[in-house]
């Protein structure tokens, strides 16, 4: 029997160096920087063999959540076009959104819960959050639940 794969959260001083250098290559290959194993390797001071043998083991925590239905929660304020900013960002970025709840709002505040598939996005998850926190009338938002 096979048995599944178990994953950790471990805050990134805490990791070997040689984890660190294969996400930093794994980065750059990704990103179009570099385009070969070997100049990734190079550039970031790991061995080949050290890459090949992490290389698919190793990601960043937002990177790994991009293949995934991740429920966001967000507190906005009752303004006109608050809400269609959010949906604007989340377009721009290829997610799929697969249902929104808004509560009534409640002294100028409403909860607004988003579930969507971020596999088509062009951006990190990390990136998607940090752009629709910069929307004037977002007083916050947090990830519920991944699939």
Do not use: H, W
Not at 36 to 45: D, L, N, R, Y
Not at 99 to 113: D, F, L, M, R
């Amino acid at each position: 029997m096979e048995q599944q794969p178990k994953y950790y959260i471990v805050e990134a001083s805490l990791l070997p160096e040689v984890f660190l250098k294969v996400a930093q290559a794994n980065r750059c290959l990704q990103s179009g920087e570099i385009r070969t194993v070997g100049e990734a390797t190079q550039k970031v001071g790991l061995s080949r063999s050290a890459y090949y043998k992490y290389k698919d083991g190793i990601k960043p925590l937002f990177e790994a959540a991009t293949q995934s239905i991740i429920t966001f929660s967000l507190m906005v304020s009752d303004r006109a076009g608050v809400l269609s900013g959010i949906l604007s960002v989340f377009a721009r970025s290829g997610a799929n959104i697969l249902t929104i709840n808004q509560s009534i709002p409640v002294n100028g505040q409403a909860a607004v819960t988003i579930a969507a598939r971020t596999g088509g996005m062009d951006r990190s998850v990390e990136q998607l959050m940090a752009e629709i926190m910069a929307i004037s009338g977002v007083a916050r938002m947090e990830i519920l639940a991944r699939e």
